[in-house]
């Protein structure tokens, strides 16, 4: 059962529909609160976009980026699989007075179309499934590209995406790859898991490649919102990048302690399969 929250947020008032579930985050929405990590996305949104632009949100979950972008000012649509957090987006959506429509479009994007795929409704972790995860899947769900849901939406391109599909994001990428063709460069603000990616058989190199040749400038982004350069190595087994079309900041890289103390950080990581990823990253796996 899904309950309608106040959230008051630095992009302002608005209200939320939370389901019972046990993701942290969902006790700092109950708290009338945009969780930290939200709120990052957030300002990595308003930092590179101006308000009023065109936001395409991969990923939903159950609607707080989403959400708090239209509260903001953004022309919003917001693609979400799980039945129940699609069902929290549409109570959201309803609930507050926006500046420009919401639009809510049920499924997952991946490398093709097709009427119905595997998935597993995980809350926050759902994913489409895959012989290489050990999660049983739920049901079925539409499958979309992104130039699908470019004509859906009835738009050419949004000026911003954020991606956060629990390993699908390359499979997003191949999808549009005529898409991309056509000289469509936006903003991209994606997800790169190690472990969730592994489940497509592909990894973080393999991703941040794919947005490399499409010529994108890549940012690693800090919790705090700050954009780095990426470096060579990367001990973390979740890492948030955006990439642009053009330089937004020269960034600095990171020093050799700041890599140091990020390593010791993720060795400590409570998760077994992300402490897993960074001995392999030390070559120790």
């Given at each position: 059962m899904a309950a309608p929250k106040t959230i008051t947020a630095p992009v302002g008032t608005f209200s939320l529909s939370i389901p019972e579930g046990n993701d942290p985050k969902l006790s700092i929405y109950r708290a009338g609160q945009l969780p930290s990590e939200v709120l990052t996305l957030v300002r990595a949104l308003q930092a590179t976009t101006t308000a009023g632009a065109k936001v395409l949100d991969l990923g939903g979950y159950i609607g707080g980026f989403g959400i708090a972008a239209a509260t903001a000012g953004y022309q919003?649509?917001?693609?979400?699989?799980?039945?129940?957090?699609?069902?929290?987006?549409?109570?959201?959506?309803?609930?507050?007075?926006?500046?420009?429509?919401?639009?809510?479009?049920?499924?997952?994007i991946g490398a093709e179309?097709?009427?119905?795929?595997?998935?597993?409704?995980?809350?926050?972790?759902?994913?489409?499934?895959?012989?290489?995860?050990?999660?049983?899947?739920?049901?079925?769900?539409?499958?979309?590209?992104?130039?699908?849901?470019?004509?859906?939406?009835?738009?050419?391109?949004?000026?911003?995406?954020?991606?956060?599909?629990?390993?699908?994001?390359?499979?997003?990428?191949?999808?549009?790859?005529?898409?991309?063709a056509g000289g469509h460069r936006p903003t991209i603000l994606y997800e790169a898991n190690a472990f969730t990616l592994d489940w497509f058989g592909v990894t973080p190199s393999d991703l941040n490649r794919a947005f490399d040749s499409l010529g994108y400038h890549r940012y690693e982004l800090d919790d705090d919102g700050t954009l780095r350069a990426p470096g060579s190595f990367e001990p973390r087994c979740l890492v948030d990048y955006v990439v642009s079309a053009t330089q937004?900041?020269?960034?600095?890289?990171?020093?050799?302690?700041?890599?140091?103390?990020?390593?010791v950080w993720a060795l400590q990581n409570p998760s077994p399969n992300a402490r897993k990823h960074t001995w392999r990253a030390l070559g120790l796996g």
């Open positions: 919003v649509v917001i693609v979400e699989a799980n039945p129940q957090n699609a069902a929290c987006i549409r109570e959201s959506i309803a609930a507050n007075d926006f500046a420009h429509p919401v639009r809510l479009i049920e499924g997952a179309s097709r009427d119905s795929v595997s998935f597993v409704s995980n809350g926050p972790w759902g994913h489409v499934s895959t012989s290489r995860s050990s999660d049983a899947a739920t049901g079925g769900v539409r499958m979309y590209t992104l130039p699908e849901l470019m004509a859906i939406a009835e738009w050419t391109v949004p000026a911003f995406i954020k991606m956060d599909v629990e390993g699908s994001e390359l499979q997003a990428v191949k999808g549009a790859q005529e898409w991309f937004l900041t020269h960034a600095a890289r990171r020093s050799l302690w700041s890599i140091c103390k990020l390593t």
